[in-house]
């Protein structure tokens, strides 16, 4: 059974950072894109980064030279380094695996929250 296990989110004062981190179990982390979106209350979910499986890294226009995307596969873990946080980063963050063949996966989210 897949999983995929986000922590690291929380309370954070603006200008600050976080480390998200997701592992995931169940599966060939190897042969997944890896992608971390976000969903704000009474907003669509968004894709915030993703990176794929050679290592190919994209950002939303919003989060660009902020937040960065990275992988380890031998720990099956993929990250979201956040700096520079602003409270329009507030979101629930979530974890996506995607393979075009073996399909989509979700974690449950974590919650970031930046205010003073």
């Known amino acids: 059974q897949v999983q995929l296990v986000e922590s690291g989110g929380g309370l954070v004062q603006p200008g600050g950072s976080l480390r998200l981190t997701c592992e995931a179990s169940g599966m060939n982390f190897g042969l997944y894109a890896m992608n971390w979106y976000r969903q704000a209350p009474g907003r669509q979910r968004e894709l915030v980064a993703t990176?794929?499986?050679?290592?190919?890294?994209n950002y939303a226009d919003s989060v660009k030279g902020r937040f960065t995307i990275s992988r380890d596969n031998a720990k099956n873990t993929v990250y979201l380094q956040m700096n520079l946080l602003k409270p329009e980063d507030t979101a629930v963050y979530y974890c996506?695996?995607?393979?075009?063949?073996?399909?989509?996966?979700w974690g449950q989210g974590t919650q970031v929250t930046v205010s003073p």
């Open positions: 990176i794929t499986i050679g290592g190919t890294t």
């Open positions: 996506n695996a995607h393979s075009g063949l073996l399909g989509s996966f």
